[in-house]
């Protein structure tokens, strides 16, 4: 059975920083590609950052330059450092982990930004 327990959520101010992390529970975690999406109010869920099982990575453009995705399979984690953090990178973040067809869910950190 596949978990995901997001943490590191929270308010901060624009131009602060937060440290979001995916605990995995699965025993391959490193085969697994890996990703943030987040959520917004009213909007769809959207792609915020990919890291392959190779550590290949893919940044949303809104949040190129600014966020960084890591993974580490030792302690099947995956991170995400947000900088220069924006009123418009509220919402709901989610760890996903895809492997062979499959797609797993955790179940969300609030991330707020205030102006």
């Known amino acids: 059975q596949v978990r995901l327990v997001e943490s590191g959520g929270g308010l901060v101010q624009a131009g602060g920083s937060l440290r979001l992390s995916c605990a995995a529970s699965?025993?391959?975690?490193?085969?697994?590609?890996m990703a943030w999406y987040r959520q917004a109010p009213g909007k769809e869920r959207e792609l915020v950052a990919a890291?392959?099982?190779?550590?290949?990575?893919n940044y949303a453009d809104s949040v190129r330059g600014r966020f960084t995705i890591s993974r580490d399979s030792a302690k099947k984690m995956m991170s995400l450092q947000m900088s220069s953090l924006k009123p418009e990178d509220t919402g709901i973040y989610y760890c996903n982990a895809k492997t062979y067809g499959y797609s797993y869910w955790g179940q969300g950190t609030q991330v707020t930004v205030s102006s």
């Open positions: 890291i392959t099982s190779t550590s290949y990575t």
């Open positions: 699965m025993t391959s975690f490193s085969s697994y590609s």
